[in-house]
């Protein structure tokens, strides 16, 4: 069974950092498009970060320059470097991958999401 196992939310003052990784657990699939998204209390979900296999990534705008996203393929693991965080950064965050199965199908999985929460 596939499943995507996230790390690394928390409390964290504004200006500070944090990591989020995601890793892809299971058999049988090969990683795709990898990412993350994140919900705030009362608003929908969006896109913070993608990457492809190969390296290719988008950003939402607010995060540019402050977020950096990358992945270990060998790992299926994709990560979420945020500094210079503000407290509008705080909400759930989820992982996000396309996966390509041996079955022939690409499909989408999300992980149960992390907490973050950025202090004034």
């Known amino acids: 069974q596939v499943q995507l196992v996230e790390s690394g939310g928390g409390l964290v003052q504004a200006g500070g950092s944090l990591r989020l990784s995601c890793a892809a657990s299971?058999?049988?699939?090969?990683?795709?498009?990898m990412g993350w998204y994140r919900q705030a209390p009362g608003k929908q979900r969006e896109l913070v970060a993608v990457?492809?296999?190969?390296?290719?990534?988008n950003y939402q705008n607010s995060v540019k320059g402050r977020f950096t996203i990358s992945r270990d393929n060998a790992k299926n693991t994709v990560y979420l470097q945020m500094n210079s965080l503000k407290p509008e950064d705080t909400a759930v965050y989820y992982c996000y991958a396309a996966l390509d199965l041996t079955s022939g199908y690409t499909t989408d999985f999300w992980g149960h999401g992390t907490q973050v929460t950025v202090s004034s």
């Open positions: 990457i492809t296999r190969s390296g290719s990534t």
């Open positions: 299971g058999s049988g699939f090969s990683s795709n498009v």
